[in-house]
């Protein structure tokens, strides 16, 4: 059973940046296309980015497009999300997910993933 693990979250102040890493424990992610989702109090969950098996295909909620950016070392089995120029409206609970079953060159947030992350907290406040 993949085990996801997210870390990097914290407390923030309006502008800032904080990178969430995403990995696997026994497994690599290597195989596996990732998503980051998050979820902020009484709010349905939004999907965020995701990135390809490949590393060759991502996309980004409108929301953070220019200020998010997804990234993954296989050399490492980690995924990342760096988080530039951070709004209080990004406060969330962030999950990372993974399929294996995504083409190679494919990921998407509309998607079921199969596997999730207990998720890491992202406030942002000044």
């Known amino acids: 059973q993949l085990q996801l693990v997210e870390s990097g979250g914290g407390l923030v102040q309006p502008g800032g940046s904080l990178r969430l890493s995403c990995a696997a424990s026994r497994f690599t992610l290597n195989y596996y296309a990732i998503a980051w989702f998050r979820q902020a109090p009484g709010k349905e969950r939004e999907g965020v980015s995701c990135i390809s098996r490949s590393g060759g295909s991502t996309n980004y909620a409108d929301s953070v497009k220019g200020r998010f950016t997804i990234s993954r070392d296989n050399a490492k089995s980690t995924v990342y999300l760096q988080m530039n120029s951070l709004k209080p409206e990004d406060t969330a609970v962030y999950y990372c997910?993974?399929?294996?079953?995504?083409?190679?060159?494919?990921?998407?947030?509309?998607?079921?993933?199969?596997?999730w992350g207990q998720g890491t907290q992202v406030t942002v406040s000044s």
């Open positions: 997910a993974a399929d294996p079953f995504l083409g190679p060159s494919s990921c998407s947030t509309n998607y079921e993933y199969n596997y």
